[in-house]
């Protein structure tokens, strides 16, 4: 099966602009997780879907947004873009809640930068 | 709240030897407990879990260690090389699974 794969990989942006990031899911698997990666912070959780509904949400402002498609497929948005927005911008993809087949695997990333 | 405190935050061993990474986790509902390593310019990728219903798992040279009680989980990489260097995170799920809440990171430097 293919991995989960995100794009674009890298993005450059300016202050107070907004950018969408895709992310596609290993083929069967219905949750997608969306983490923010920097060096201060380390790995942050954003939101989770599962069968287009968001079930998880992390501390972040409501600048940050997403949804899920039927086909899993997801997107997170963010508007009025900060500076300290740059981050690499992970998504996860597993096949099932609860506790069987939770395991997450990741994407490569998208690398947003704002100037 | 929910938090997962890793330890230790760099960590350098002589290839050969032992390397153990701990964390503790605050929530008593997480069932779940992977371990995730991290090369540079790279994506996480999970190298061993374990669930709340066993006490250890071996997987060749890396075990993982829980002890519910204490609200421990330990990674232990023996026999370590130089490719083993990269940078370990544990992490703990809530609320069915599709969140999880990462350590710190551990940087592991394993010299020839």
């Known amino acids: 099966k293919a991995g989960v794969t995100q794009t674009p990989r890298y993005l450059i942006k300016t202050r107070g602009q907004q950018v969408t990031l895709s992310c596609s899911p290993i083929?069967?698997?219905?949750?997608v997780s969306w983490y923010q990666q920097t060096p201060g912070q380390g790995l942050q959780f954003l939101f989770e879907y599962f069968s287009e509904t968001q079930r998880n949400k992390g501390n972040f402002p409501g600048r940050f947004s997403g949804r899920q498609f039927s086909n899993s497929r997801s997107e997170m948005n963010v508007s009025t873009l900060e500076l300290g927005d740059s981050a690499l911008y992970l998504c996860?993809?597993?096949?099932?809640?609860?506790?069987?087949?939770?395991?997450?695997?990741f994407g490569p990333g998208t690398r947003l930068t704002v100037l | 709240g929910e938090n997962v405190e890793q330890h230790p935050s760099t960590l350098s061993v002589q290839e050969g030897d032992s390397a153990v990474i701990k964390c503790t986790y605050s929530d008593s509902a997480s069932n779940y407990f992977p371990w995730y390593k991290q090369e540079l310019g790279k994506r996480p990728q999970l190298i061993i879990d374990i669930r709340s219903n066993v006490g250890e798992k071996k997987d060749q040279r890396i075990a993982v260690t829980l002890n519910k009680t204490a609200k421990h989980f330990s990674l232990h990489i023996t026999e370590t090389q130089p490719e083993d260097s990269a940078v370990y995170f544990c992490a703990a799920t809530y609320n069915q699974g599709g969140k999880l809440i990462f350590g710190q990171g551990t940087e592991l430097s394993v010299k020839p």
């Open positions: 996860a993809s597993s096949a099932l809640a609860g506790d069987r087949k939770v395991t997450q695997y």
């Open positions: 083929s069967g698997h219905r949750s």
